[in-house]
């Protein structure tokens, strides 16, 4: 029980060690969920959606105050022309950056999140992390986009691990709380499941697969294996986590498939912003050029749409 | 069942109920997959192809009208419309295919140098390959079975086998080393309605590559594919007689097994029938092949990754709508995962789409036939007086067309009727089990023995379970993958003979 009586730590004992995930099999069952064909007002209606699942996202060394003016901009307004275009969910930055992103985003309802805890490696001493991530919350980020120690997790540290999602979970206070998982570090499907779980019972409300800075990023195989255990999260204790796969999702289609992957692993309640996120920033443009295409049936030049 | 028994058993249920209790099930967390994002139609096209009105039979190399000038229709399951008149042939129409393929074999296609062959065989394959929208549409039209399956499936996989038969032909001598391998003659063939082209390929492919000339009657109702096989055989160049096709009904096919200069018959189809012709060939010299049904186990033990299994037994039960021979149609879960494993399965279940077999999105087609289906409701009927509880996803059906929902039935002992015989259709009984040798013993208590499942992440559980299984086809963490150089046949009422392979060869072949 933390102090101010906000979040109950799960019990680490709840988490299952033994569950195992069979690669084929993942791969079956991603056949089929690739072979849907989404078109007409279903395409329409799926990138309406993933546009406002959005968090759009700047993580670089040399971002500007104008360049996160700019991102601001275009999450609370897509596109120019199309009123009818949702605002992105989110825009992620840079603890630096959320309070000009705060006051940016005042009133739009287009959340900040803030990577924390020495995103992306997280190798830094536990007092750091907490700093890292009180900073952000008192600049007024909504979500913390926190990494775990892989290191730790890799050499069976599963404890240290648990305790220090915990740990940044408390600190969040109201703020949302997203774990990624960095799974293209995980290296097989049975550790991205065990860091799902882990995730989950020390008290993540998202669980995130990757910072962006590292290859493989999202996946298909791994989104859908923490689709999974959010599916298991939800039958044994009755809440919802959401998900966020991050990093690599460039193409319209791809987009898509994802929300095919939600609908028939997790169904409704998952399929809006407040479950599901994309963490990207092509993505937007992608989404919207397809869009514009459905509207007046042509394809517009990339040089049409604002880049962020 | 005395009010005393009645009790007794809701105690013992319970009990079971409270042991095989996951504690982590709840089963009041619903998932809605009801979602308002819906997949709109899309529908695949059909306006590349022409059926004929009327489809003749195939002798001799040509479309010929049957003798005594009947013909029936062939109907669409999922919409009941007419898609074309076939012939009925009759043991005339048999008599002349047989003389056909007869003269074929004395005078052409056993003088031809074996690579020759091979040619031919390879020619109708890439052709198959060319049509092979065309076929598919067909295949769905026809047939029921989802275009997805009929497109990513059905079709390959049949091109496949000729491809790999073909590879054969001039390669006999290297198959069976030592061994003077010689073809036996006519071939008589008698092939199922739930893959009639691959079935079709499946029987000629072979019976090509190993020098023999064929005649082959497909199922009454889905003649088509077979009818543009031969097409596709004429468009090959094969010499005439080679490969004749005489559709009909039951009558068609017992007079092409009891015709007397048939040297080798291979059929794949009910037990019941199977039988019929295993009696009528007894005492002759004739060869044959029975390739009949099935009632697989499919095992899941508690340490299998379910996720996975969970699919695995959907495709494993519901692919073609269950009218699989090999369709892993008994489900037998390890007591402490089986609340899981249903709970799973329902939510599974309640995402597969059922209805239009031509919309690209369909996971479960019509059923093949009327017939078919009042079976399936029968059984379905039987299931639920026999005290099973059940479960049928929510999903709406066609209106017109035969439809079923995918069905689960549980609460089932041995003893019942919907899980000792085989219902051809979409619908899983599922049994607890406690030891591995429990799961043994049920999985081998049928009169079948054609095919099997196994899940578990422990490599030494699987070698032992699947040795002491006996069916022709073992899957371990996954079902329903088919090569054409794997054998596959069954034992005990599920057949004799195998095909496919390199042991698909030897029924065509005296040495």
Redesign the interface.
Known sequence: MSKNGIYTPLDFKNVDF?????E???G??LA?IK?????????V??TL?AINMIDLTTLEGMDSPAKVRQLCSKAMRPHEEYENIPSTAAVCVYPNYVALAKKELKGSGVNVAAVSTAFPSGNAPMSIKIEDTKFAVDAGADEIDMVISRGKFLCGEYNFVFDEIAKIKEVCGKAHLKVILETGELETLDKVRLASDIAMEAGADFIKTSTGKIQPAATMPVTLVML?AI??F???T?KMIGMKPAGGIKQHKDALKY?VMV??T????W?NNKYFRFGASSLANELLMQLVKEYTGNYQAPEYFSID | MSKKEKVLDKKSKKAIEDIAMNG???NS?K????????????PESTDHFKLKKKYDLFINGKFVKPTDGKYYKTINPATTETLAEIAYGTDKDVDKAVKAARKAYNEVWSKLPRKEIAKYIYRIARLLQERSREFAVVETLNGGKPI?ESR?IDIPLAAAHFFYNAGWADKLHYAFPGKSPQPLGVAGQVIPWNFPLLMAAWKIAPALATGNTVVIKPAETTPLTALLLAEVIQEAGLPDGVVNIVTGFGDTGAAIVNHPDVNKVAFTGSTKVGKIIQKALAGTEKKYTLELGGKAANIIFE???????I??VI?GIFFNQGHVCCAGSRLLVQESVFK?VI?KLQ?RIE?LIVGDPMD??T?IGAINSKMQLDKIKEYYEIGKSEGASSFQSSCNLPKKGFFFRPTLFWDVAQSHRVVQEEIFGPVLTIQTFRTVQEAIDKANNTAYGLSGGVWT?KGSKIFNVVNKIRAGVLWA??YNKFDPTSPFGGYKESGLGREGGLHGLTPYLKM
């Open positions: 033994n569950v195992s995930i069979d084929v099999g993942v079956d069952r089929r072979s849907r064909s989404i078109k007409k007002a279903s395409k209606e799926a959606m999974e599916r298991e939800y039958y044994r009755g929300l609908k028939e997790l169904g409704e309640a399929l | 982590s099930i709840n967390r998932l809605n997959f009801d979602t308002s994002w819906q997949y709109a139609p899309a997805r990513d340490d299998a990754p379910i996720d996975q299994a699919e695995g495709n899981t709970k939510d995402n690209k999105n996971d992440d963490n996954t």
